[in-house]
């Protein structure tokens, strides 16, 4: 995965100087950078990105400390220093010859950190593995990083100037990254990661020195993060003969991508750190659902959101982060881990050496029977599906779809190479044939591609509205729920039902729902568009509020999570999907029953009528609407 954080003048020299570029322990001062990364047993930093040579740079070249000083610490030139005094012994006077190592305006960010760090099924094959295991997952890693860069430098980097940054503008000749490598994790636990440090600086087509605008860096994160763990998963899976399959880490949240085969177990072996911060986080959120003021009254909700959580997760990290171990080389360090790997497992300490070769059996029994077919437009009905139910408001940008079409990709390739730009095709598709564009641009930024506005072709159902519990002598005011006094252990946190159950559901009912139109020659969603009716009736049973005369039990979430997006079901789980189907066949024949008993209660003189109707509903439904049962299908 990729995470990312801006780097500030001030930063560079308080932070990364002394602590990321030495592999995250403490630099002496007045130490030499080379000495500092020798005795913390990390490599030396390199330069990457297609706009060195503008600046005199050239790809794998050693980052200096001096460089790193110029470029991020003050935005100028990496030989800023050397430039000013071969002007001033030109003549040159001092002003003109500082201005002439500038790269355009100071600014105060100078560049971005992006952290790369693959699956942790990956990097517990490179920390216990054998050496040429080791260097495979490095190089893939290296190559899914550089792959990355240049999407970034292609597609997402853009240079705004004129006023306000109303023009906007790709760099000329690409983006410069200084690249430093780190082994281990705070815990002392195997953890392969690379910082990049981005350069905001680059040039404009006619040779001006611009600054890239962060703010699309950010909002591109999670696209790019996605292409990472895609091409490093599917680069190591075909040099090693391996194979990918879903792991379920948060019931009701995407599955992870991981290499099959290697045990999970070893996955907690490693995760020391998350253990903390997860019982820290479950501290934080209990104080704040708990939280009140001086006069009693909540200070801030009943349920911890998803943003709320995400917040108060790094709090949690921040809280449980320990100091920087011993530094270690790495043949020190991977012989540590195995015999502490071996030691946590036991009995299946023999597995340890004996990784590979068990992966290589799962890939071989996976590769069997999963094939390489990726069909476009069943990937974006599912894709668009997912997005438009996962954002709360039902509204989304063309990156949206893209990260999610490379989720979908890296799930269904199972560890395979795909084609270049397949994931593009999909998002086109996805646009052309189940968007619709509902921008309202006000400004030259609203009406680029990439930031229109689009919704999908149905509408979810709008739940009534209940209005809210009242006490009594109080007029219109919520009733307090009560907390305390409660022991820890006694109640359970209150949280915000997660959108990934409904979205995968949407997801295969549509998909399911696109094959009968197929089959049948019929358009998916009928002659008219953007229509309540249009959206799969089996999303009714995740509405929360229903009268009581339509009051129907639940889908079963833990049958209908990820194991429908799972191409690998056991019998079990196949015998569990069709129940569930059947239970929403059932739903539809009790209603059918009851409004036959309606029917047969009225007057004679309605029958022509209630027939006419049942006729009209009969036909609405062969448009929108499958067999009972058949939208849950588990992939053959």
């Not at 517990?124 to 295991?133: H, I, S």
């Amino acid at each position: 995965m990729m995470d990312i954080a801006k780097v500030t003048a001030g930063q560079m020299y308080r932070y990364y100087l002394h602590q990321v570029v030495v592999g995250d322990g403490r630099r002496p001062a007045r130490k030499p950078l080379r000495k500092a990364q020798e005795e913390a047993g990390v490599p030396a930093g390199r330069w990457m990105g297609r706009g060195l040579p503008a600046l005199g740079l050239a790809a794998g070249d050693e980052v200096t400390e001096a460089q790193l000083r110029s470029l991020f610490g003050e935005g100028r030139h990496p030989h800023a220093d050397r430039i000013e005094v071969e002007r001033l012994a030109t003549g040159e006077p001092p002003a003109a010859a500082y201005r002439a190592g500038t790269l355009g305006r100071r600014v105060k960010v100078t560049g971005v950190d992006l952290v790369f760090r693959p699956q942790p099924t990956l990097y517990l094959l490179w920390a216990l593995g054998d050496d040429e295991t080791r260097r495979v997952v490095e190089d893939v890693h290296e190559f899914a990083i550089a792959a990355v860069l240049a999407w970034i430098e292609t597609d997402v980097a853009v240079i705004r100037y004129g006023a306000r940054g109303i023009y906007r503008t790709r760099p000329a000749h690409g983006l410069v990254a200084a690249r430093f490598r780190h082994y281990e994790a705070r815990s002392g636990m195997p953890l392969l990661h690379d910082h990049l440090l981005l350069s905001v600086k680059s040039q404009r087509p006619d040779g001006t020195w611009g600054s890239v605008h962060t703010e699309a860096l950010y909002e591109n994160v999670v696209a790019a993060s996605a292409l990472y763990n895609e091409i490093v998963m599917a680069e190591a899976c075909e040099a090693l003969g391996l194979a990918s399959e879903p792991r379920t880490v948060t019931a009701g949240r995407r599955p992870v991508m991981e290499v099959a085969g290697v045990p999970h177990e070893l996955i907690g072996w490693s995760s020391r750190r998350s253990e903390q911060i997860a019982a820290c986080l479950t501290d934080l959120e209990r104080e704040y659902v708990t939280a009140t003021d001086d006069d009693g009254n909540l200070k801030f909700a009943l349920e911890v959101s998803e943003p709320a959580r995400a917040k108060l997760n790094r709090i949690a990290a921040r809280k449980t982060r320990p100091a920087k171990p011993q530094p270690r080389c790495l043949a020190q360090l991977r012989d540590d881990w195995r015999a502490s790997a071996r030691a946590f497992l036991a009995a299946g300490a023999h597995l340890i050496d004996s990784l590979l070769e068990s992966a290589r059996a799962a890939a071989a029994a996976i590769r069997a029977r999963v094939a390489a077919v990726v069909d476009v437009g069943l990937a974006a009905v599912a894709v668009t599906a997912t997005v438009f139910v996962m954002n709360g408001n039902g509204h989304f940008h063309r990156r949206h779809l893209l990260a999610e079409a490379r989720r979908h990709l890296a799930l269904v390739q199972r560890g395979r190479r795909r084609r270049p730009g397949l994931d593009e095709a999909i998002v086109e598709t996805a646009l052309a044939e189940h968007c619709t564009d509902i921008t309202k641009a006000r400004t030259t930024r609203g009406q680029e591609p990439g930031y229109r506005l689009y919704t999908a072709r149905w509408e979810p159902p709008t739940p009534p509205s209940r209005p809210p519990a009242t006490v009594p002598g109080q007029d219109h005011k919520p009733a307090a729920e009560p907390f305390l006094p409660l022991k820890p252990g006694e109640w359970d946190i209150p949280r915000v039902p997660l959108r990934h159950d409904r979205a995968v559901l949407a997801a295969r009912v549509l998909t399911s729902r696109l094959r009968t139109a197929r089959r049948t020659g019929r358009h998916l969603y009928g002659p008219a568009t953007h229509q309540p009716t249009a959206m799969p009736e089996q999303l009714l049973l995740f509405t929360e509020q229903r009268s009581a005369a339509n009051a129907h039990p639940a889908v079963d979430l833990a049958v209908l999570r990820t194991d429908l997006e799972a191409l690998e079901l056991t019998a079990d789980q196949l015998s569990q999907l069709g129940r569930a189907g059947h239970r929403l066949g059932a739903l539809r024949k009790d209603a059918n029953q009851r409004a036959h008993r309606t029917a047969a209660g009225s007057a004679s003189g309605a029958q022509d009528t209630l027939e006419a109707h049942r006729q009209d509903e009969q036909h609405a439904y062969r448009q929108h609407s499958h067999e009972p049962g058949q939208d849950h299908r588990a992939p053959r």
